[in-house]
Every structure is written in C-alpha cells, then in structure tokens.
C-alpha cells in the first residue's frame, strides 16, 4: 500500500515563500505521476500542479504558474512544490496525491491514494 505525507506547510506573508514535500512510501514503484490539489475554505479542491516520477512533463494550473514549481527527488521517494510570490489567495490545505497511470493529470479523479494536507496560509 502506498502512503503520502505532506509537510512543509504554515504561516507566511505576502510575497513570501514555502516549500511543500511530499514524502511517498509503499510500493512506490506502481506510481506514475504526484499531482498538488488545494482546497480553501468554502470553495471546491482545485488541481495546482502534477508531475511524472520518471521526470519531465510538469503541469501548473494557469494560477501558479511562473510561481510555483514541482519537483522530484526519487532518492529520497519525495515530491516537493516550491511556491514563491505568495498571495493570500494561495492560502489553502494543500494535498499531495499518487496516479497508477497517465489518466488526465489535472482531475482529481486520476488520482488514487491522497495525503493529509499540510495548511498554508498567507496573510495579506
């Protein structure tokens, strides 16, 4: 059984930065891709980011993009989502979650086992 654990979350100011990690344990070796989701009080969960384990082909959400950035450490099971220029529209519970195969990404749908959520939130 594959498990996700995020962290990496907290309190941050406008502008500011965090570094999400997303820790995989398990039989790792069945997952395809990690995608990034969010879902802030009272709105619906909104796809963030996604990337392939093997590398290559990230996908952003039009409203990070060119802020934030997913990465891969396979080394160390862990997927990590870099967010910079933080606005107090990026404050969220942010999940972490695994994909089997090349289903479309951006759905969470596609996404099979997911984390806890780490909380971010960004004071204006």
């Known amino acids: 059984q594959v498990q996700l654990v995020e962290s990496g979350g907290g309190l941050v100011q406008a502008g500011g930065s965090l570094r999400l990690s997303c820790v995989i344990s398990?039989?790792?070796?069945?997952?395809?891709?990690v995608g990034w989701f969010r879902q802030a009080p009272g709105k619906e969960q909104e796809f963030v980011s996604a990337?392939?384990?093997?590398?290559?082909?990230?996908l952003y959400s039009d409203s990070v993009k060119g802020r934030f950035t997913i990465s891969v450490d396979n080394a160390a099971n862990t997927v990590y989502l870099q967010m910079d220029s933080l606005t107090a529209d990026d404050t969220a519970v942010y999940y972490c979650?695994?994909?089997?195969?090349?289903?479309?990404?951006?759905?969470?749908?596609?996404?099979?086992?997911w984390g806890q959520g780490t909380q971010v939130t960004v004071s204006s």
């Open positions: 990337t392939r384990l093997s590398g290559g082909s990230e």
């Open positions: 979650a695994s994909a089997y195969d090349s289903r479309y990404l951006y759905s969470a749908g596609a996404y099979d086992i």
């Open positions: 398990g039989r790792t070796r069945r997952i395809f891709a």
